[in-house]
């Protein structure tokens, strides 16, 4: 008989179990513990990667994410290509996503697939460059403008009072290359120096081989010039080297953006830059509002990152904040 129980008792038990499973009744303790916290999908739109701060801003986010074993990164490489980037947009959405993150290639051609993945109820994170309208939930980024004044400030500065310039320009169908173009301007004030002229501007869209190639039509077009203001670290270093290949690298000063430790820093530190202003990717930061929105938080409309200026009076300091 005790025999008997005792079996009775074993095959309730096990029944008891499994109806649990079959039900989905809620597992014990100890499963719930090992099967850890909910997974949260983040797709990442990058709009192309031949540019090191791009490379840079994915490894960011890596790194951020890695804080996190239950965060799963989904990452598209558009390849400098709006259409391309709008399908990748739309394959993102088509499956389970808790935050979409977006650094658009051009504004407009991105503004609606951003707006239609917002409206069905994904957080949507614009990063670096905004798109049109308010149709996200956060835009993190520097403040272009601003960083285009303080190099306005910058070569006026250098060039006290007197002198030629070249523009090149990062790509004006975005909204970094149109503020850091127009903040740059405003602080020239071309009316009031009179003796600063802007004599050659190129769209070199970024990339320091077109940079390059620019430089060169403007060497062979002005044989007098004092400073290249380049929207990007690449385009000032492309600048510097066709000027070198011309023997006039020493009688003209550079001025990029970006001050990757790497790039713009070590450009400065070797004598190859006169300033470089930082431009933070803003991956660690949207990582972590990502993580923060799927947990319930409400996030600003808009994150705004500092920037610093690094030349060579405070390069090994670690640069100068701007406040």
Known sequence: ?????????????????????????????ASASAAGPTKIVIGMSQCNLGEPWRVQMNADLER??????????VFKDAQNDSLRQRAQVEELAARRLDVLIISPKE?????????????????VIVLDRAVEGDEYTTFIGADNRRIGREAGKFALAALAGKGTIVELQGLMTSTPGRDRHEGFREALAL????????AFVADMQWL????RREMESALAAHKNISLVYAHNDPGAHGAYLAAKAAGREREIKFVGID???????????????????EYPTGGAEAIELA?????????????TLGTRLYTKENVKSGGQALE
């Open 191 to 198: 009316d009031k120096n009179p003796g600063v002229k802007v």
């Open 259 to 277: 001050a990757l430790s790497h790039e713009g820093v070590r450009y400065v530190e070797q004598g190859i830059l006169d300033a470089t202003f």
């Open 64 to 73: 951020a994410a890695k804080k996190y074993p239950n965060v799963e990164l």
């Open 107 to 123: 504004s407009a051609p991105l503004t609606k697939p951003v707006a239609e993945v917002y409206k069905k109820g994904v957080p």
């Open 208 to 211: 320091e081989p077109n940079a």
């Open 291 to 303: 993580v923060s929105i799927v947990g319930g938080k409400k996030p600003p409309k808009k994150v």
């Open 1 to 29: 008989m005790t025999r008997w129980r005792h079996g009775l008792v074993l095959f309730l038990l096990c029944l008891g179990v499994a109806c649990r499973e079959r039900s989905g009744a809620p597992a014990p303790a």
